[in-house]
């Protein structure tokens, strides 16, 4: 599907996508800066395995957002790259800073987290390979991406009622919502950009899955801290 093929962006466009750009780098070194303060603290209610399966999830949609620019180059893609690297960069800091964190520890949860999440994406890669559907295919890395945002914020709500959500900053929680809105934003004025192909459409199906889970955690964090 190629939708908005030669569309030419008015100044107007240029503007918003811009402004947008600038807010989710801003947005991801606020939340970056924010969370290690926390976990310098308490990393009460923070999973090892979600840390670990986000960067994963950045990963995936980092290199669906490159396939996307070579697919169809355009600025607003090439503004979805810089995102997404600067976004691995953040989470791999604050994996690294959770790693060496006082009271962190690889939990019987954080086991079962990867179990899951690893089962759904085994599940869903024999699925796709009868299907015809190998890895490299941009809807089977987004199906993989949605286990690896998914799964982990399932199992890190559950983390949170049992143990405390102390380890997740208030700003971290409403920044997700913000920013990863904005990422859906963002991806939608690529597609009007230079059109919607699968990399793209990939991309968008992992951001609703992380929207979607967030809300769950944001939800039990609400009901636990406030």
Not at 11 to 39: E, P, S, W, Y
Not at 75 to 95: F, G, K, N, P
Not at 101 to 119: E, Q
Not at 149 to 167: D, F, H, K, M, S
Request: net charge positive; with cysteine; proline share 2%.
């Amino acid at each position: 599907m190629k939708l908005g093929r030669g569309h030419v962006p008015s100044l107007r466009d240029r503007r918003i996508a811009d402004a947008l750009f600038l807010i989710q780098i801003v947005g991801a070194t606020t939340f970056g800066a924010a969370q290690f303060r926390v976990m310098q603290s308490t990393v009460e209610g923070v999973n090892t395995s979600w840390f670990a399966f986000w960067l994963a999830f950045l990963v995936l949609n980092l290199v669906l957002a490159i396939n996307a620019h070579r697919t169809a180059p355009s600025r607003v893609s090439r503004q979805t790259v810089v995102i997404y690297v600067v976004w691995t960069a953040v989470i791999s800091v604050d994996l690294l800073m959770l790693l060496r964190a006082s009271g962190a520890t690889w939990s019987t949860l954080d086991t079962i987290t990867t179990a899951a999440t690893l089962a759904g994406i085994g599940t869903a890669m024999a699925v796709g390979r009868l299907r015809g559907f190998g890895v490299s295919d941009p809807m089977m890395r987004a199906t993989i991406a949605v286990f690896c945002r998914g799964v982990p914020q399932l199992t890190l709500a559950y983390n949170v009622w049992i143990e405390g959500g102390a380890g997740l900053s208030l700003v971290g929680i409403a920044a997700g919502h913000v920013i990863i809105s904005l990422r859906l934003f963002h991806v939608w004025f690529s597609i009007r950009d230079a059109g919607c192909d699968r990399n793209r459409l990939g991309i968008a199906i992992g951001e609703a899955a992380n929207e979607l889970s967030w809300i769950v955690v944001t939800v039990v964090w609400a009901a636990v801290m406030l």
